[in-house]
Nanobody
Framework: QVQLVESGGGLVQAGASLRLSCAAS????????MGWFRRAPGKEREFVAA???????YYAGSMKGRFTISRDSSQRRVYLQMDSLKPEDTAVYYC?????????????????WGQGTQVTVSS
């Protein structure tokens, strides 16, 4: 059974940092891009960043600078470090996996999804 399980969300004040974690299990995902998406209230889901297990990294243009994606291949975990958080970063953050970066970054879709973790940033 394929599982992507996110953790690390919460309620923080503006300017704080959070680190989200995604644990992947059930298949190797060896040829997959592992990514993060978010859906803010009243908005469509948007691509945040993606990484390969070999370490190639891709960010949505608006996410560069404050968000950092990383991975621990031995633990099969993917992380999203979020710094200088703003109220507009409030969203449900999803871990996802797909073979195609284009599917993730342009189509906003993926083959596998986690259940999401809520991030709320207060002003």
């Amino acid at each position: 059974q394929v599982q992507l399980v996110e953790s690390g969300g919460g309620l923080v004040q503006a300017g704080a940092s959070l680190r989200l974690s995604c644990a992947a299990s059930g298949r190797t995902f060896s040829n997959y891009y592992m990514g993060w998406f978010r859906r803010a209230p009243g908005k469509e889901r948007e691509f945040v960043a993606a990484i390969t297990w070999s370490g190639n990294i891709y960010y949505a243009g608006s996410m560069k600078g404050r968000f950092t994606i990383s991975r621990d291949s031995s633990q099969r975990r993917v992380y999203l470090q979020m710094d200088s958080l703003k109220p507009e970063d409030t969203a449900v953050y999803y871990c996802a996996a797909d073979r195609s970066l284009l599917t993730m970054s342009s189509d906003g879709n993926a083959a596998y999804w986690g259940q999401g973790t809520q991030v709320t940033v207060s002003s």
